[in-house]
């Protein structure tokens, strides 16, 4: 069973900076592309991020290209989101999420994409 547990969410103001952590159990992390996602009240859950397997070329939103930047770190089983010149428009809860990798990083750009699920870490950025 594959669990996913998000850290470092909090409250910050407008142009401040946070970084993400999700630790993932299980011995097959260096075969999983990693995703980030978030959810703002009353939204769908949209893309974020997402990282391959073998960490290289993340691909991004639109809305976070330039500010946000994801990495992994394969021998902590850790993947990391980190997130500068936030604006409230960034206000969501954050997940990450994982799925064995077997193509192109841009075939896993969508919830449905993803077998695994961590549980969440609120971000609010204040004004």
């Known amino acids: 069973q594959v669990q996913l547990v998000e850290s470092g969410g909090g409250l910050v103001q407008a142009g401040g900076s946070l970084r993400l952590s999700c630790a993932v159990s299980g011995r097959s992390f260096s075969t999983y592309a990693m995703g980030w996602f978030r959810q703002a009240p009353g939204k769908e859950r949209e893309f974020v991020a997402a990282i391959s397997s073998s960490g290289g070329s993340p691909i991004y939103a639109d809305s976070v290209k330039g500010r946000f930047t994801a990495s992994r770190d394969n021998a902590k089983n850790t993947v990391y989101l980190q997130m500068n010149s936030l604006n409230p428009e960034d206000t969501a809860v954050y997940y990450c999420?994982?799925?064995?990798?077997?193509?192109?990083?841009?075939?896993?750009?969508?919830?449905?994409?993803?077998?695994?699920w961590g549980q969440g870490t609120q971000v609010t950025v204040s004004s």
């Open positions: 999420a994982a799925v064995r990798q077997i193509g192109s990083i841009y075939m896993y750009t969508r919830p449905g994409d993803y077998n695994y």
